[in-house]
């Protein structure tokens, strides 16, 4: 299809470089596509690696943006197959872990304390309380709950287009914008960004995070959460973590650089396996201070 070969003449997100062997390769579409409607017929979807660089990426055959509906309503949707639980159910269940069990509360627990050794480093300036986070895409409401539970210094806000999560602005008090992000949607900087898993979905990262440094001070901080390129030495090509959803796998080492590369600087990254069995990078970074 000429989307494909579109795509591929981009290249690689890294190096642009055109040259990649196939990693894993798959004949039909899984079930985030078949919700799509996207069918067998002409369908192919492969993970490739680059030659040059070792950057993994995802190629395929459907049309762009063609997945993005079912951000709105099925991916997280209790009437899809494998989301079981209504949203509200799921937070509950998920909130109510003890802090060893839960990946929230670690994640919240490793910013907090990283956060506090940038500052005390004098790496970036504090600001003083109260704070705000912008939770990009945390629509079910977990991470900007557990971010500001028992903690009045915070602030939190959330963009996401899923419309599900209703609970979150009714129940939790948490403001809620439906709709994709873009930069100046509640018109304030947020001393805290967060992408949790997020990065490895857009089509556009380098435009998208562009667009994030406009919600940024000088001493705001991004947090990402994204998926190990390791995850393909010890997952199967079955594995959700290859879904038809996910479009790059990152190391640490080609995370840093293209961080690098579009003008944030990096303070602090984890390699870790969660709780679930996925194996993630985090990191923390802000932009990068532009001498004159």
Known sequence: MNS????KSVG??????????????YDEPDQYENIAGIKKEGYFRR???????????????????????IYKQSYRDNKSDWRKK???????????LPFEESESKIRVKWIK????????????????P?????????????????????????????????????????????????????????????????LIYILEHL?????????VKKDMNSNSIIYIEIPDEINFVHKDKSDDIFNSCHLWMFSEHSLINFLNEIGFQVFCLNRLKTKRGHYALTVLASKKIVNI
């Open 86 to 96: 209504s949203p509200e159910d799921v937070f509950k269940t998920i909130t109510a």
């Open 130 to 194: 109260p704070f705000n986070l912008l939770d990009i895409g945390g629509g079910n409401g977990i991470f900007a709950f557990e971010f500001k539970k028992d903690d009045n210094n915070w602030i939190s806000h959330i963009i996401d287009p899923d419309i599900n999560s209703k609970f979150v602005e009714s129940d939790l008090k948490i403001p809620v914008i439906r709709e994709y992000y873009k930069s100046g949607l509640f018109n304030k900087k947020f001393n805290l960004i967060s």
């Open 47 to 69: 993970w490739v690696k680059c030659k040059k660089c070792g950057f993994y990426y995802s190629l395929y055959s459907r049309e762009k943006g063609v997945l993005n509906e």
């Open 12 to 25: 690689c997100l890294i190096c642009k470089s055109k040259d990649y062997s196939v990693v894993f390769d």
């Open 113 to 128: 304390d990283s956060i506090k050794s940038i500052f005390e480093s004098g790496l970036v300036e504090k600001s003083n």
């Open 4 to 7: 494909n070969l579109n795509y």
């Open 203 to 211: 089509e556009s990262p380098i435009s998208f995070l562009n667009d």
